[in-house]
């Protein structure tokens, strides 16, 4: 298995339709960095890096930073989604700048190193019904 940052494999990291890898060493390292903060649990990778097929069939959005592989869908096992969102939230500007998206979904965290500013949102189905 071919490793591209300590804990992430270019397997998780590939798009599930073509295998394509343009992953961001800048998502990796901001990865690593937010893994360890987390007392180096591991994250389960949803989604990296995906082509514009696996993009529409996800229902991406036109532009989405998977497209480029500057986003990461993932999920920490043991850990509410709700809790590493807040806490990422919380810290991104004092522990990890380069955190440019952070939304929060059902299934779990999508973090990505876009170059713009940064963006927050709440997506659960849930939160839309309060």
Not at 47 to 64: I, P, T, W
Request: net charge positive; hydrophobic share 30%.
């Amino acid at each position: 298995m071919k490793m591209l940052s300590p804990h992430f494999s270019q397997e998780e990291c590939e798009c599930r339709c073509c295998g394509q890898c343009n992953v961001s060493p800048r998502l990796l390292n901001l990865a690593e960095k937010i893994r360890e903060y987390f007392g180096g649990r591991p994250m389960i990778t949803h989604s990296v890096c995906r082509c514009k097929k696996k993009n529409d069939e996800a229902k991406g959005v036109k532009n989405s930073q998977h497209l480029y592989g500057r986003a990461m869908d993932f999920h920490i096992r043991g850990l509410a989604h709700e809790l590493v969102y807040n806490q990422l939230k919380s810290v991104h500007n004092e522990y990890f700048p380069e955190l440019r998206g952070l939304f929060l979904y059902d299934w779990g965290v999508h973090i990505d190193v876009r170059n713009d500013t940064f963006r927050c949102r709440d997506y659960r189905k849930e939160a839309a019904k309060k």
